[in-house]
Structure formats: structure tokens, C-alpha cells
């Protein structure tokens, strides 16, 4: 059974930084995109990032693009978000998703992911 686990979330100033992890476990996967969504209290899930296993290509949302990196680590399977300059409006639960659906390419929609972890708060206060 396929696990994804999340940590690092927490409570942070705006303008400061936190950085999320992601661990698959479960399977063997020969090719995959791990990505991070986000969703605030009464809005639909969002996309955030998303990177390949193969190459790392990576694609962010507009509204993180500058403040935001994505990493993987492949032979951990694990998937990093630095969040940096955080703002009021990042507050959200943010979940990992794992795609393994051909093709291996980053989709930023939630439909396109086969696994997803539990969530980790983020909150940003002002």
C-alpha cells in the first residue's frame, strides 16, 4: 500500500520561511512527479508544484513562483518544498501527491494524481 507522509508545517511570521517534506513509500516506482497542493478553509484544492522523478523538471503555481523551490531526493522518494517570504494568503493545509500515470509529466490538477498524504498545516500569521 502506497504511503505518503508529510512534516514540516508550522505556525511562522509573514515574510518568514519553512520547509515542507514529502515521503513515498510502499512501491517501487520507475517513474513518477511528486507535487505539493494547497487548500484554505472554504476553497478548493490548488496546485503548488510539481517535480519529475526524471530530468527534475519542475513547475510551479504564479503565485509561488519566485518565493517557492522544489527538490527531490529520488533514492529517498522524498520531495521538498521551501517555502520562503511567506504571506498571510499561503495559510493552508498543504498535501503531497504522487503521480504515476502515464504520461510522467507535471499536470496541475488534482485529478492527475494517483496518491496523496494526509496534509500538513501551514499558518502565516501578520
Known amino acids: 500500500q502506497v504511503q505518503l507522509v508529510e512534516s514540516g508545517g508550522g505556525l511562522v511570521q509573514a515574510g518568514g520561511s519553512l520547509r515542507l517534506s514529502c515521503t513515498a513509500s510502499g512501491r517501487t516506482f520507475s517513474n513518477y512527479v511528486l507535487g505539493w497542493f494547497r487548500q484554505a478553509p472554504g476553497k478548493e484544492r490548488e496546485f503548488v508544484a510539481a517535480?519529475?522523478?526524471?530530468?527534475?523538471?519542475?513547475t510551479y503555481a504564479d503565485s509561488v513562483k519566485g518565493r517557492f523551490t522544489i527538490s527531490r531526493d529520488n533514492a529517498k522518494i522524498t520531495v521538498y518544498l521551501q517555502m520562503n517570504s511567506l504571506k498571510p494568503e499561503d495559510t493552508a493545509v498543504y498535501y503531497c501527491?504522487?503521480?504515476?500515470?502515464?504520461?510522467?509529466?507535471?499536470?496541475?490538477?488534482?485529478?492527475?494524481?494517483?496518491?496523496w498524504g494526509q496534509g500538513t498545516q501551514v499558518t502565516v500569521s501578520s
Open positions: 517535480i519529475t522523478r526524471s530530468g527534475g523538471s519542475t
Open positions: 501527491a504522487l503521480r504515476t500515470k502515464f504520461p510522467i509529466v507535471v499536470v496541475p490538477s488534482t485529478r492527475a494524481y494517483d496518491y
